[in-house]
T-cell receptor, first 115, second 110 residues
Framework: DADVTQTPRNRITKTGKRIMLECSQT?????MYWYRQDPGLGLRLIYY???????NKGEISDGYSVSRQAQAKFSLSLESAIPNQTALYFCATSDASGAFYNEQFFGPGTRLTVL | SQQGEEDPQALSIQEGENATMNCSYKTSINNLQWYRQNSGRGLVHLILIRSNEREKHSGRLRVTLDTSKKSSSLLITASRAADTASYFC??????????FGAGTILRVKS
């Protein structure tokens, strides 16, 4: 089984709808992240969480919210989806060992289309 | 703001040739990482090089880091069709979070 799973894998929705993307991990990592990928722009950080009680905004948090329900679960919500949120969304995890930033483990991604 | 910037944006080579892609960044870093992404899939970590290291090897991969020039290069030797993917560098902003570049698209023709 995959260490980092995302559901759904694909989603088509309409403008104004509320959408939740879910991420679960079995790696036992404390740190979890949500990224968005657009063609030609690489990955941009939306939100990150270093433990269950910690939530931090990333580079592009407007229009998104997150919930860290447990060490293993980190959900991303679009309260009112808009077409320019059409993108590929990735969840990632890393452990907290060491003084510097560690390797991240990515889920398979969710392709979201907002019509 | 993006930290790492890859060059070239796209690279097409024949199987067996070497592929070199470069990454430049703007501020001081603790480490730099390279990731691979097969089309539409999640990123896979390839290698991490710390700021006090100059070169690192992993199988057919060789990464160099020049902190004076704020640049890194990834060399893939004896490329294979399976190496076709996008490659991203990522830098840390003093242990806060990773910032990814836009990536280099590598195509290896068989």
């Amino acid at each position: 089984d995959a260490d980092v799973t995302q559901t759904p894998r694909n989603r088509i929705t309409k403008t104004g709808k509320r959408i939740m993307l879910e991420c679960s991990q079995t790696k036992g990592h404390d740190r979890m992240y949500w990224y968005r990928q657009d063609p030609g722009l690489g990955l941009r950080l939306i939100y990150y969480s270093f433990d269950v009680k910690d939530i931090n905004k990333g580079e592009i948090s407007d229009g998104y919210s997150v919930s860290r329900q447990a060490q293993a679960k980190f959900s991303l919500s679009l309260e009112s989806a808009i077409p320019n949120q059409t993108a590929l969304y990735f969840c990632a995890t890393s452990d907290a060992s060491g003084a510097f930033y560690n390797e991240q483990f990515f889920g398979p991604g969710t392709r979201l289309t907002v019509l | 703001s993006q930290q790492g910037e890859e060059d070239p944006q796209a690279l097409s080579i024949q199987e067996g040739e070497n592929a070199t892609m470069n990454c430049s960044y703007k501020t001081s870093i603790n480490n730099l990482q390279w990731y691979r992404q097969n089309s539409g899939r999640g990123l896979v970590h390839l290698i991490l090089i710390r700021s006090n290291e100059r070169e690192k090897h992993s199988g057919r991969l060789r990464v160099t880091l020049d902190t004076s020039k704020k640049s890194s290069s990834l060399l893939i030797t004896a490329s294979r069709a399976a190496d076709t993917a996008s490659y991203f560098c990522a830098t840390d902003e003093y242990g806060n979070k990773l910032v990814f570049g836009a990536g280099t698209i590598l195509r290896v023709k068989s």
